[in-house]
């Protein structure tokens, strides 16, 4: 019998994918399409393994998952545009949904948050000749009216977002469920988000009639993931002037001008760091972390993100379990899933005055991201730093 959190757990999982997880009663009654399309090989695979995700049944046939959503344009999914400023225009528009069901993930970590997203107040910046200007529009590149703080928290990189879809379909309890999903260039998914209350269905429908793609058809150009660059040898880099730059920084968010300065990836930092400032911890620790943190009700900061954008949650967090192959956190507003088998290191990072724990995959690549929660400009919990000291070190 299944435990009450496996139950749990699998609900969750599907929510995100239920606008292309359409169940086996449901596709019977939708048109069948032609011998050998994408659209009736997929709905074959639904008939027999109805409960995988759409993720997973693109990898099964071979495809990307935008290329298997786009299968369904004209039966409930339609494509919207995403020339110019059109990702950044939608997700302004976004802001008047209400609420909804935000949710981001990269290979082995999804975060999911309901809530209504904050839209910025407006402030006239004026002032300062063409160099401020330039600085004030590298500021709004990326911004799309809100999410900076409160529930939908999310940071942007708009020039990854190439395909877009809204989708109305029945989900798997046969109630009408309304998303906008968007993808990166190679077909990734980037950022879903679903809408949770009646009120926004009208603003939902005037937003696709705006941003209606005027192609609607399965056909997308889908290009290739870029392969990962490679990493310097660590004999190439200059450590001694490198770790002078670490211990120079005043603030966290330097540290992205200084990977890009002395050329290192991420986890290669953290490897040639001055001593003491990024130990390592196994990747189970991330079940200390996130149990002692419900525990002891300590606000932590998780981010989750592809190339794309990145998910922000702060708070407390009251419920974790695992599920098979994943850890998770399942609250009613919150839920975290970390596939477990993907994580291949973690560390306990300070820079700039500021303590975190991160988690890397089997690919080098950032699956998660874990902070104290702590006001502007004040000292960080010391419930916080002795949380992350607490972690178990490995060599």
């Given at each position: 019998?299944?435990?009450?959190?496996?139950?749990?757990?699998?609900?969750?999982?599907?929510?995100?994918?239920?606008?292309?997880a359409?169940?086996?009663?449901?596709?019977?009654?939708?048109?069948?399409?032609?011998?050998?399309?994408?659209?009736?090989?997929?709905?074959?695979?639904?008939?027999?393994?109805?409960?995988?995700?759409?993720?997973?049944?693109?990898?099964?046939?071979?495809?990307?998952?935008?290329?298997?959503?786009?299968?369904?344009?004209?039966?409930?999914?339609?494509?919207?545009?995403?020339?110019?400023?059109?990702?950044?225009?939608?997700?302004?528009?976004?802001?008047?949904?209400?609420?909804?069901?935000?949710?981001?993930?990269?290979?082995?970590?999804?975060?999911?948050?309901?809530?209504?997203?904050?839209?910025?107040?407006?402030?006239?910046?004026?002032?300062?000749?063409?160099?401020?200007?330039?600085?004030?529009?590298?500021?709004q590149?990326?911004?799309?009216?809100?999410?900076?703080?409160?529930?939908?928290?999310?940071?942007?990189?708009?020039?990854?977002?190439?395909?877009?879809?809204?989708?109305?379909q029945?989900?798997?309890?046969?109630?009408?469920?309304?998303?906008?999903?968007?993808?990166?260039?190679?077909?990734?998914?980037a950022?879903?988000?679903?809408?949770?209350?009646?009120?926004?269905?009208?603003?939902?429908?005037?937003?696709?009639?705006?941003?209606?793609?005027?192609?609607?058809?399965?056909?997308?150009?889908?290009?290739?993931?870029?392969?990962?660059?490679?990493?310097?040898?660590?004999?190439?880099?200059?450590?001694?002037e490198?770790q002078?730059?670490?211990?120079?920084?005043?603030?966290?968010?330097?540290?992205?001008?200084?990977?890009?300065?002395?050329?290192?990836?991420?986890?290669?930092?953290?490897?040639?760091?001055?001593?003491?400032?990024?130990?390592?911890?196994?990747?189970?620790?991330?079940?200390?972390?996130?149990?002692?943190?419900?525990?002891?009700?300590?606000?932590?900061?998780?981010?989750?993100g592809?190339?794309?954008?990145?998910?922000?949650?702060?708070?407390?967090?009251?419920?974790?379990?695992?599920?098979?192959?994943?850890?998770?956190?399942?609250?009613?507003?919150?839920?975290?899933?970390?596939?477990?088998?993907?994580?291949?290191?973690?560390?306990?990072?300070?820079?700039?005055?500021?303590?975190?724990?991160?988690?890397?995959?089997?690919?080098?690549?950032?699956?998660?991201?874990?902070?104290?929660v702590?006001a502007?400009?004040?000292?960080?919990?010391?419930?916080?730093?002795d949380?992350?000291?607490?972690?178990?070190?490995?060599?």
């Amino acid at each position: 019998m299944k435990s009450k959190f496996a139950v749990a757990l699998l609900g969750s999982l599907l929510i995100c994918q239920a606008s292309a997880a359409v169940s086996t009663t449901v596709a019977a009654k939708t048109p069948v399409a032609p011998a050998g399309t994408l659209a009736q090989r997929w709905a074959g695979l639904r008939a027999e393994q109805p409960k995988l995700t759409a993720r997973e049944a693109a990898r099964t046939l071979g495809v990307s998952e935008a290329e298997l959503l786009a299968s369904g344009t004209g039966q409930g999914v339609t494509r919207l545009k995403t020339d110019g400023d059109g990702p950044r225009e939608i997700m302004r528009r976004a802001l008047d949904l209400g609420t909804v069901l935000a949710t981001t993930r990269n290979e082995y970590s999804v975060i999911e948050r309901t809530g209504v997203a904050s839209k910025l107040k407006q402030q006239e910046e004026t002032g300062g000749g063409a160099e401020a200007d330039t600085e004030r529009a590298a500021r709004q590149r990326n911004i799309a009216g809100g999410y900076l703080g409160g529930d939908i928290d999310l940071r942007f990189h708009f020039s990854n977002w190439k395909h877009a879809f809204a989708v109305v379909q029945p989900g798997r309890d046969g109630a009408i469920a309304r998303s906008l999903q968007f993808f990166d260039a190679s077909g990734t998914s980037a950022h879903k988000i679903y809408l949770k209350n009646e009120a926004g269905v009208a603003v939902f429908d005037k937003l696709v009639a705006e941003f209606r793609h005027a192609e609607q058809n399965g056909a997308l150009a889908i290009a290739a993931a870029a392969p990962k660059p490679a990493e310097q040898p660590d004999a190439a880099i200059d450590v001694k002037e490198f770790q002078l730059a670490w211990k120079e920084m005043t603030d966290v968010h330097q540290f992205n001008q200084i990977l890009g300065e002395f050329k290192l990836s991420r986890e290669q930092a953290l490897r040639l760091a001055p001593a003491g400032q990024a130990e390592r911890v196994a990747p189970l620790a991330v079940r200390k972390l996130l149990d002692d943190a419900t525990k002891q009700k300590i606000g932590i900061m998780v981010f989750v993100g592809n190339e794309a954008v990145t998910q922000i949650f702060s708070g407390t967090i009251d419920k974790t379990a695992a599920a098979g192959d994943w850890y998770n956190v399942l609250d009613p507003a919150f839920n975290l899933h970390l596939r477990e088998s993907g994580l291949k290191s973690g560390w306990v990072v300070k820079r700039g005055g500021v303590t975190s724990v991160e988690f890397f995959d089997n690919n080098g690549e950032l699956a998660v991201t874990f902070f104290g929660v702590r006001a502007r400009a004040a000292p960080q919990p010391q419930a916080w730093l002795d949380l992350a000291q607490s972690l178990p070190r490995v060599n």
